[in-house]
């Protein structure tokens, strides 16, 4: 029988884990794997950024396990902040984004792995171990792709790229894709309408694309991939 998640003492040994996902039926399904586990339990489950601060601050969990597209504030922000006011709590994303474009933003974030929903049924429960020890998890395929960066030998390409974008110049290229408007992009990040377009400007530029339309086409496109 699957263990009823709770908060308050654990028993000795066991990893308490918060869950944060904006689908319900994610989070569902991921505490029913990780509560089948002796040694950890979810301990609260949340749908976005605030409450997901809210529930560290009151439960001091041992990992936190994040998704990287949670509305207003992003995954990649919800680890900056994370990492800033608790600096020693592991974190882990799992997210169906491409490894090969955010685990190593991820990992400059703060958080200490990454594996994409496709793998996480097989994979999470080995990830979160190794989290909770102190390692960092990525696919074989990624760890080889951040050593042979870190050693320089990656090829430089002067094609435009989605990686070229930063944390969050990425981030208002997401929400173009998704539909919105300079103005709610601004509302939702709580920066100025000129600060948004400021953004929109270099990924024109960095991305090689004429005007709106083209930024526009382009972002729907990824997006439409990336789920």
């Known amino acids: 029988m699957t263990k009823k998640p709770h908060s308050g003492r654990r028993p000795a040994g066991v990893s308490k884990i918060i869950i944060v996902d904006d689908h319900p039926i994610v989070r569902q399904g991921l505490a029913a794997l990780i509560n089948q586990q002796e040694d950890m339990e979810v301990c ?3 749908a976005d950024g ?8 009151k439960l001091k969990p041992d990992l936190v396990t994040i998704d990287l597209t949670l509305g207003e504030l992003g995954g990649l922000e919800l680890i900056k902040n994370i990492k800033s006011r608790y600096p020693n709590l592991p974190m882990l994303v799992i997210s169906i984004h491409d490894e090969s474009l955010y685990a190593e933003r991820v990992l400059r974030a703060g958080a200490r792995g990454y ?5 996480a049924t097989e994979n999470v429960i080995e990830a979160i171990g190794k989290v909770l020890a102190g390692q960092v998890y990525v696919s074989e ?15 430089k390409t002067r094609s435009p790229s989605v990686n070229s974008l930063s944390d969050r110049e990425l981030e ?8 919105y408007g300079t103005r709610k992009i601004a509302e939702m990040l709580h920066l100025s309408i000129k600060t948004i377009e400021t953004y929109r400007a270099h990924i024109k530029f960095k991305l090689e694309l004429d005007d709106a339309a083209g930024l526009l086409q382009y972002a729907v496109q990824w997006v439409g991939s990336q789920s």
């Open 115 to 119: 594996i994409m929903k496709q793998e």
């Open 50 to 57: 605030r409450e997901a601060m809210e529930q560290i601050g």
């Open 172 to 179: 208002v290229f997401r929400l173009i894709g998704q539909g």
């Open 141 to 155: 395929c990624m760890s080889d792709r951040i050593v042979r960066s870190f050693l320089g030998g990656t090829a």
């Open 44 to 46: 609260a489950q949340a």
